[in-house]
């Protein structure tokens, strides 16, 4: 399987950045693509971002033009930029390895948006 670290995570006023960083090990050579779901509480989980093992990427569309998903080497990282209090959530890095070795996710980090 696939460890996943996330690191990052905290508090931030509307308008701020942060960058996530998820560190990845194991079965790495396997890893398909990877990406970032957030979830707050009482709320449904949505899909974040997502990169392919050949740099394709994808963003939900809340996102688009503020947060960037990008790899180097055993890292995905995620720069959020022009945060939102709707950005609020714990955030989960996964790594995905097709349907017969399955999906692998981190401890999750916490993000504050403030007002």
């Known amino acids: 399987q696939v460890q996943l670290v996330e690191s990052g995570g905290g508090l931030v006023q509307a308008g701020g950045s942060l960058r996530l960083s998820c560190a990845a090990s194991?079965?790495?050579?396997?890893?398909?693509?990877m990406g970032w779901y957030r979830q707050a509480p009482g709320k449904q989980r949505e899909l974040v971002a997502t990169?392919?093992?050949?740099?394709s990427t994808n963003y939900l569309d809340s996102v688009k033009g503020r947060f960037t998903i990008s790899r180097a080497k055993n890292t995905v990282y995620l720069q959020m930029n022009s945060l939102k209090p709707e950005d609020t959530a714990v955030y989960y890095c996964?790594?995905?390895?097709?349907?017969?070795?399955?999906?692998?996710w981190g401890q999750g980090t916490q993000v504050t948006v403030s007002s």
């Open positions: 996964y790594a995905n390895r097709g349907v017969r070795l399955g999906t692998d």
């Open positions: 194991g079965t790495i050579f396997s890893i398909n693509i």
């Open positions: 990169i392919t093992s050949g740099g």
